[in-house]
């Protein structure tokens, strides 16, 4: 068998996030960082795919994670700059 490499693909280097959990996400997660990988172009939705693969006990939380990038709350779509201040905060009640 024969393997040819395409000398024309380019493989982008993944960009590493630290992500900061706190409240009930860091109870279900069992951490209050998560290190994680993601391509360039990455989006906040991508973070949360990828948070949910690695601490599967979070699912139940995904649709409602308030999610912060440089301190200010983002949506799903935002693209992750390079080095971004990532955190993860479920909702909170009370008064």
């Not at 983002?74 to 992750?80: K, P, Q, S, Y």
């Amino acid at each position: 068998m024969t393997v040819q490499h395409n000398k024309d693909v380019k493989v982008e280097p993944a960009m590493s996030f630290s992500v900061q959990l706190f409240a009930r996400a860091r109870e279900l997660a069992g951490t209050s960082q998560a290190e994680l990988q993601l391509g360039p172009g990455a989006t906040v939705e991508d973070l949360l795919e990828e948070l949910v693969t690695c601490y599967p006990d979070l699912a139940g939380l995904r649709s409602t994670l308030l999610v912060a990038v440089n301190n200010d709350y983002v949506r799903a779509g935002t693209v992750l700059p390079e080095n971004a201040e990532v955190a993860c905060f479920p909702p909170v009640s009370g008064g």
